[in-house]
């Protein structure tokens, strides 16, 4: 069957059950007389199934080595041979559940990787089996899925060297009056305190840090001595207010609410994730919730951060979820946030 695949019908010829696509939802610990890690990888097959599988790294390692032995140049004089993408290395010291979460990123790109080779790589015997969903992985029930989203997460095209700013030069505010955070999201500071500023939320909110904790505040609790510069203010214009009001879909239990939430001062088409996390609890009025987004297959990934938001805007300007006029093109879907019932978890 190898050698009937050609050119750009390889795909289509595949049959169903053929894994396209990989990402790690999670990462749990092993139970055994040694602590080991195991990561939870969604899979999705070309038939459009998906199913959850659990590896531990070293059968990340196995499976590498086989690949090589069969389809690298250096190893293999044969006509199919092709590169290999790189395994992040082994790490021998250190504390075991850092490094797992450390690799994440990293196994990602190389299954994405991996699952992008010619067509027939994705026959190969060895690259199926790892990632079969065997008997012993159907059995098993994710205890959380943190990490639940596209595999394109965080795969990015290049890398910006992050620049190192003297202490005496950054944006920085002196706080008027105590304030207390609401939430997690939100600093707490007294009056007098120094609050070096990281960007500006809306015309109300600033981000900041204050004792090595990072939050929003409100602008008006303090005194801005040094404004962030006109080029961060110039970037963050471009993702300033666009409309007033955005749809929001609550997940109960039994059913869907549909709200359509309206603000005074604006939204912008990428709001900042905590300033949207601590608006939806106040909504809410509760603090155990989740935001999520539809992604174009239809299906509910959790957000997590600013990276999300990113994603989320980019694929609603493409494909508008929202057509009415003065509303954002996205459609925030709220859950509880220890429900998983929501996401496509089954094939």
């Not at 009937?4 to 019908?9: D, V, Y």
């Not at 690259?127 to 899925?145: G, W």
Request: charged share 30%; hydrophobic share 40%.
């Amino acid at each position: 069957m190898n050698q009937q695949l050609r050119g750009e019908s390889d795909y289509e010829q595949l049959p169903d059950d053929v894994p396209v696509s990989a990402h790690v939802a999670d990462v749990e610990q092993g139970k055994g007389i040694s602590a080991y890690f195991i990561f939870v990888i969604q899979v999705k097959l070309k038939g459009g199934g998906r199913y959850f599988i659990f590896r531990r790294y070293r059968q990340f390692h196995s499976l590498q080595a086989k690949l090589k032995s069969k389809f690298n140049p250096e190893n293999n004089k044969n006509f199919n041979t092709c590169v290999l993408p790189a395994l992040p290395g082994k790490v021998y010291l250190g504390n075991k559940q850092e490094i797992a979460e450390k690799r994440i990123h990293e196994l990602n790109i190389y299954m994405k990787k991996l699952l992008a080779l010619p067509a027939w790589i994705l026959l190969d015997e060895d690259l199926r089996i790892f990632f079969y969903q065997t008997t012993e992985d159907s059995v098993q029930v994710p205890k959380s899925l943190r990490r639940l989203r596209p595999p394109t997460r965080r795969v990015q095209t290049k890398t910006v060297k992050e620049e190192v700013i003297p202490e005496d030069e950054k944006p920085w505010a002196e706080a008027l009056y105590n304030f207390t955070g609401a939430s997690d999201l939100e600093l707490t500071f007294k009056a007098g305190d120094i609050i070096y500023l990281l960007k500006r939320v809306n015309e109300q909110w600033f981000e900041g840090i204050h004792s090595q904790c990072t939050g929003i505040f409100p602008k008006s609790f303090v005194k801005i001595i040094k404004d962030l510069s006109q080029e961060v203010a110039a970037t963050q214009e471009v993702k300033r207010i666009v409309a007033h009001w955005f749809r929001c879909v609550y997940h109960k239990e039994h059913c869907c609410e549909i709200r359509d939430i309206y603000l005074k001062t604006g939204i912008s088409l990428q709001p900042e994730y905590k300033m949207l996390l601590s608006m939806m609890r106040a909504e809410f009025a509760t603090e155990d919730i989740a935001l999520n987004y539809c992604d174009p297959e239809g299906d509910l990934v959790r957000i997590l951060d600013d990276t999300d938001m990113e994603l989320m805007a980019m694929e609603a300007e493409e494909r508008r979820k929202v057509n009415k006029a003065d509303f954002v093109p996205w459609q925030l879907h709220v859950s509880k946030k220890h429900d998983l019932s929501i996401y496509n978890i089954h094939p």
